[in-house]
């Protein structure tokens, strides 16, 4: 168990129960299914979920609810519902109750704006979406009532129960608050609360022609659940006050603290759900779940473990100033969970093939090795030695640079959980390039130092004859650049992203991998030793005939620049 790091939001918890006003807190996710979640939302899960944990730990029943803001019906699919449901149970999280959707308040939300009209705090307005831009003003400059905003009460109720039943066209009325067209905070120059929108909608239907706006849902929405903290990004502190205002005047007796914090922003990925579908519906990458996204999903596909994000969004920290985190710290995460997690066995992903002159059929040994170095519970496996193996390209050299403490011709080196091997001669094809080496073994180096010198250097291996083979996927960065949505073009523009995608962040080869993988389901983490972690792709491997393994991530940070 992580201790828990407090934060400024913990610290207002901790008052509120301090002062009695709340016995316990109540907290929510509220994503739109729009799309899937990525490392931004999950985030906000760790925050909203790890509260009620923490606070569930120390006694007090606490909840957190998953809430769909399902208020946009064009943009939203059950699809995107059923995979954010799958996130958050995969993050290793249980929201309370049913999952509650927007949209099951609908009638409630409608009778409220009833009771705003009745008492004068609401209006049907009948300018377009152009007219109101120019009436609402600009920062600085106070903004002029609607035409429309003197409407006695009972015209405004026909107005909006008409709107309800049909009778107008898309487009052609909304219904306002009526709050101040002067007030400095734009979002209080009489928002728009519904408007009319003859979309089907994955839960009502076509029962409902006008929509609730995010605005007004969002905090009746908390209010009805009875969440006492509401917690969101920093670009909803301008909309507090009309949070608050609506709240102030409705008849409902919970009123949620809003409390803001910063985005995350992750270099070299983007975290915006919109600008991940451009890359999916391009087909720029082969999925949301493509283990180049900074999805969930993706994440999930390229090995990432729910106790790395989880890591990660604790080190990310929860405060009000920037938060903008460099990928090698979710990388860091990652791996510092795996390192104890994932068994480790060897793999050749570049071979060279190595000819041992002097092995012995039945006289030269071979060893077990344990799967992990600290867990003898992980068990042991046979590392079979045999006369030809592999071994990785980058583990020989034939003119090899200063302080070289691997394979080079005339040269030693041990192969892990077995002989010294020596160098005795290299054979190249007609275009130069090294396709076998003769080598030698010293029978008594097995588990054993050899006598009279020291040799240093270990490199994996594996036997031809008892390695299988994978298809190994491995993947680089997505983007060539830190921020790929935010590079001006010379107008001044923003440039579209696609341009900074990184051409070489995806390679395929057929790897030898030691055959103990052979039977592994999907989604099985291996470490293959100095290489790096890998997993069992979710999708494409199949135990025993297909073996398809996606590179995690390497043993260092290669982000370093
Ligand atoms: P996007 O622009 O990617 O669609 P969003 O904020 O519109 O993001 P929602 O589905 O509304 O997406 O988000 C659900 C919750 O996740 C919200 O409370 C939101 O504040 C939080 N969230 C979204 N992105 C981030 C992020 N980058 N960092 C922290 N929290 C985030
Ligand atoms: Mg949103
Ligand atoms: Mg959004």
Redesign the pocket.
């Known amino acids: 168990n992580t201790p828990v790091v407090s934060n400024f939001i913990r610290s207002a918890i901790d008052a509120d129960l301090a002062s009695g006003k709340h016995q316990r807190t109540v907290t929510r ?4 299914p ?2 899937y979640l ?4 999950a ?2 899960i760790c925050l909203n979920f790890g509260i009620k944990e923490d606070y569930k730990a120390r006694g007090l029943a606490s909840e957190c609810n998953l809430r769909f ?1 399902d208020t946009n019906p064009e943009k939203e699919s059950e699809e995107y519902a059923l995979s954010i449901q799958e996130d958050v149970h995969w993050l290793g999280y249980e929201w309370d109750g049913q999952v509650r959707w927007a949209s099951d308040y609908f009638e409630q939300l409608y009778q409220y704006a009833e009771e705003l009209i009745g008492k004068g705090l609401a209006y049907v307005c009948e300018l377009n979406g152009e007219q109101m831009r120019e009436y609402r003003g600009d920062f600085g400059t106070p903004g002029k009532n609607s035409p429309f905003r003197e409407r006695s009460v009972e015209e405004n109720l026909a107005l909006f129960r008409a709107m309800r039943a049909g009778e107008f066209a898309d487009g052609s009325k909304t219904l306002r608050l009526k709050i101040d067209m002067a007030s400095p905070n734009l979002n209080m120059r009489d928002p728009v609360i519904y408007r009319i929108r003859r979309a089907h909608h994955i839960r009502t239907g076509d029962a409902w022609c006008i929509y609730p706006m995010y605005d007004y849902t969002h905090c009746i929405s908390d209010a009805l659940e009875g969440i006492t903290h509401s ?3 920093l670009e ?1 502190a301008d909309h507090r006050p009309l949070y608050d205002w609506v709240l102030d005047h409705i008849s409902i007796d919970c009123h949620p603290q809003q409390i803001e ?5 992750l270099l070299y990925a983007l ?4 600008k ?1 579908n451009q890359l999916v519906s391009e087909g720029k990458v082969s999925g949301w779940d493509d283990p180049r996204m900074p999805t969930v999903s993706g994440m999930r596909r390229r090995g990432y473990s729910p106790a790395g994000i989880r890591l990660f969004a604790e080190r990310c920290g929860i405060s009000k100033s920037e ?1 903008v985190i460099d990928y090698a710290v979710l990388e860091g995460a990652v791996r510092e969970t795996l390192e104890a997690e994932a068994p480790r066995v060897m793999a050749v992903l570049d071979p060279i093939k190595v000819t041992l002159s002097n092995f012995e059929p039945g006289v030269s040994g071979s060893r077990s090795a344990p799967f992990h170095p600290h867990h003898p519970e992980f068990g042991e496996r046979e590392v079979p030695l045999a006369a030809t193996l592999y071994i990785d390209r980058d583990d020989f050299a034939e003119v090899p640079p200063p302080g070289w403490q691997r394979l080079t011709l005339g040269g030693e080196v041990r192969l892990r959980y077995s002989y010294v091997i020596k160098c005795d001669e290299v054979i190249k094809d007609a275009d130069g390039r090294v396709v076998e080496l003769i080598c030698s073994l010293d029978p008594a180096t097995l588990g054993q130092n050899p006598v009279g010198r020291k040799v240093k250097g270990v490199i994996h291996w594996v036997s031809a004859e008892h390695s299988v083979a994978a298809e190994v996927r491995l993947y680089d960065r997505l983007f060539t650049v830190e921020r790929p949505d935010a590079v001006r073009g010379e107008d001044g523009q923003y440039l579209d992203f696609v341009q900074f995608l990184n051409p070489e962040s995806f390679k395929t080869v057929t790897a030898h991998v030691e055959a103990a993988v052979q039977g592994a389901a999907p989604e099985t983490r291996y470490q293959f030793e100095r290489l790096g972690y890998f997993v069992t792709d979710r999708r494409d491997h199949v135990p025993g005939s297909k073996l398809v393994f996606n590179r995690t991530v390497g043993l260092k940070d290669s982000w370093a620049k």
Do not use: I, Y
């Not at 914090?261 to 922003?265: A, N, Y």
């Open positions: 996710f509220p994503p739109e729009n799309g990525h490392v931004g939302h985030k906000s803001d917690l969101c990004t909803f914090f910063s985005r995350l922003e975290t915006s759900k919109r991940l938060n």
